[in-house]
């Protein structure tokens, strides 16, 4: 399984960018998907879930009425749409799935597949 990652790049603060991310390859049942970021010096966090039907989301609050995950079922891609972009937002943004049948989806749980990153930088 393979997760490609799309849509980073630069953008001005107030701005907004969708970010993609396809899957590809042979999954054996239903997954969630989460993104997750990683800031020039600082650690990977969890910024948003989603579950295997879509109908479930998490989000980590500095995110929360800026960004919106999504999936495309059908068409195994996922997004985040992000708005009111801030500098704070800049980081390499990476794609991740997981086999998984629950409503509810704990980021913490290890994660089957990551995608290599898509960069964003938010300038002020």
């Known amino acids: 399984v393979q997760l490609v990652e799309a849509g980073g790049g630069l953008v001005q603060a107030g701005d907004s960018l969708r970010l993609s991310c396809a899957v590809s390859?042979?999954?054996?049942?239903?997954?969630?998907m989460g993104w997750f970021r990683q800031a020039p010096g600082k650690e990977r966090e969890f910024v948003a879930t989603i579950n295997w039907s879509g109908t479930s989301t998490d989000y980590q609050n500095s995110v929360k009425g800026r960004f919106t995950i999504s999936r495309d079922i059908a068409q195994n891609t996922a997004y985040l749409q992000m708005t009111m972009l801030k500098p704070e937002d800049t980081a390499v943004y990476y794609c991740?799935?997981?086999?998984?049948?629950?409503?509810?989806?704990?980021?913490?749980?290890?994660?089957?597949?990551w995608g290599k990153g898509t960069l964003v930088i938010v300038s002020s």
């Open positions: 390859g042979r999954t054996s049942g239903t997954y969630a």
């Open positions: 991740a799935g997981r086999y998984s049948t629950r409503v509810v989806v704990n980021p913490s749980n290890p994660w089957d597949w």
